[in-house]
């Protein structure tokens, strides 16, 4: 009856633009039961036609029929479940997995099938085969611990397992010694006798000697399909299992009916009849041999190839843990590194908020005589009505504070300093700077706004200058000349970005500047122009101009001049109102509310210019946030780099 059947089948491999014509039209028929060598020089395409013989590849064109079916253009699923039922593979080099117990590597294949037979029924049938071959003292062996005779008879074992009808063999004997090679022979001789088609390449004309029929393929055709009428046949008589060959394990319980014990219990039935059957049969080496405990409890719970991976991973502890580690440390870093960059943004965030990233800067308009601009805050417009609008009326605005400058010297006992900045402002700066904690005493009050009180909160490098180790607190110093008690130490801040030592400041009342000290006050604005009670101002100023009176080189204007030429009405200005905006994103929405309503305070019409200007730090934000994101970007490359190493370098 015919099992295999090829027509005209050609196989092309393409390399890259190059075609390369393997099998140029090969047509054959197989008997069941045939025991075929093919034979040919090397690189006639011998492997080829194995290989698609074995539905391992598909030919290019022509047809394949096996068992009445033609496989030959199938998918590769559909060719898997052919090559499950029908075929069993033995190689030249083995193909076993290393580290794997003979056992393991012959039921290897079942996890493959689409229905396993159970675990248990499985590796009796695994032990009976290894028994067959002649392993049976070799079962828990892997195969770097096995010769190379017996690790073909484990790959003979293993491509039984499944009952195939067709065994094909890729030059079974080539890796083995000539006595060895006798042996494999034989048992594939046996096999052929119980049925089984065998199909096996060799360059060796004795191995041809024991088959049927001998195809020989040059260049891609068969030239020569020859009939072995006078097979050597290598086990004695027709017994199928020779007395004293290897097999004998087996054969002395084959109970007389000539069918080898491997056989006696097919794979795929009920357990139960199975297990009657093999209480009959099953040779008492095989009852000694266990079943590992550890897997056929699992067995029950997980499908083959899970099993599988599991054996996998226990056979190579140090590899899989090696390999887990490396994942695992990738992953944690990929983990860390986007937790840091985003830590360090917000960090930045926070930093670039101490730095006023969310404050705005209120300046008085630029005035312009004859033509000569003087810049911005050379007209005084602001008053410290508009700070107090500003937090009263601007939703996106957190608070204000309005700043009056002066620059100068200051005295305590016999020590001088001249600090950076002399600042008058109200309570609300400490918040609009983010510098609410300070070293030692308060913050002056609102209170002493209002009565412009001298006193005093100072910085960190004043208290150094002037106090060395003293607690200045409730000390006196004197600005110009003038008294202040200090009542706070600001805590430290360090440089800004500019490198400038935000330390070297004295902050006081900014009513008390203004007209205490730095003397352009309305009243003295008022006075100098009026000339009345001007000099009595200045004579608190200072002490340095002891006769202010002897210098005036003018004559006071007449009551008639003075009443000729009315003085615009003054008020009090400020030169910047500091604003805090209650977050970085809604600065503009800051600017905009401050801006309509400075306006609308200072009676500003539609089609006239503002006459104060309103400056932020977006610039500086912008590059803060490029930057951080930037940091974000490179760290997560490193840890994707450390990942992939991790997890597939390994
Ligand atoms: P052999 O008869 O010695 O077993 P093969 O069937 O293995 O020869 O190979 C036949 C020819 O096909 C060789 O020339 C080989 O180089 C070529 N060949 C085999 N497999 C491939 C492939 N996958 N891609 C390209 N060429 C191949
Ligand atoms: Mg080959």
Known sequence: MELIRVE???????????????????SFSIQRGEMVAIVGSSGSGKSTLMNSLGCLDRPTSGEYWLDGREVGQLDRTQRALVRVAK???????????????????????????????????????????LTRVGLNDRLGYVPSKMSGGQQQRVAIARSLINHPQVL???????????????????????????????ILVTHDPSVTACAHRMIRLEDGLVVEDVRNERQRILFSGHEPVGIGSPLSTASSDTGGDGHPVALAVPLRTKPREAAARRTSVT??????????????RVAHWFPAPFRTAIGAVRRNKMRSALTTLGVVIGVAAVVAMVEISQGSRNSLMQTMATMGAHTLMVQSGAATSGGVNFGFGSEKTLTPGDAD?????????????PMVYTQGQVVRGNRNWVPMNIYGTSPPYLEVRDWTTLREGEMFTSRDVRSANKVCVIGET????????QSPLGQDLRIKNVSFRVVGVLSRKGANMMGVDQDDVILAPWTTIKYRISSTNAATDAAAATGSSGGKNKEVN?????????????????????????QPVRFTNVDRIMVKARSAEIVEQAIAQITALLRDRHRIRDETDDDFNIRNNAEMMK?????????????LIVALISLVVGGVGI
């Open 87 to 129: 075929l069993g593979f033995v190689f030249q080099n083995f193909n076993l997995l290393a580290r794997t117990t003979a056992v393991n590597n012959v039921l290897m294949p079942l996890d493959y099938a689409p229905d396993h037979p159970g675990f248990a029924l499985a590796h009796r049938r695994a032990v009976e085969l």
């Open 389 to 401: 609008s500003i937090i009263r009326d601007c939703p996106a605005v957190q608070t204000a504070a």
């Open 623 to 635: 590059a803060m946030g490029s930057m951080s994101s930037m940091m974000g970007t490179l760290l």
């Open 283 to 296: 040779p008492a080496a095989i009852l000694d041999v266990p079943a590992p405990r550890r897997l056929t």
């Open 542 to 566: 200072t002490l340095s101009e002891l006769y202010p009176e002897a210098t005036s080189r003018y004559p006071a204007p007449s009551s008639t001049q003075a009443a000729n030429t009315p």
């Open 168 to 198: 094909l063999a890729d030059e079974p004997t080539g890796n083995l010694d000539s006595k060895t090679g006798v042996e494999i022979l034989r048992m594939f001789q046996e096999l052929n006798a119980e049925g089984i088609t065998i």
């Open 462 to 469: 004043i208290a150094r200058e002037l106090f060395d180790d």
């Open 8 to 26: 005209n089948i050609t196989k092309t491999y393409r390399v890259g633009e190059i075609e390369f014509p393997v099998l140029k039209g090969v």
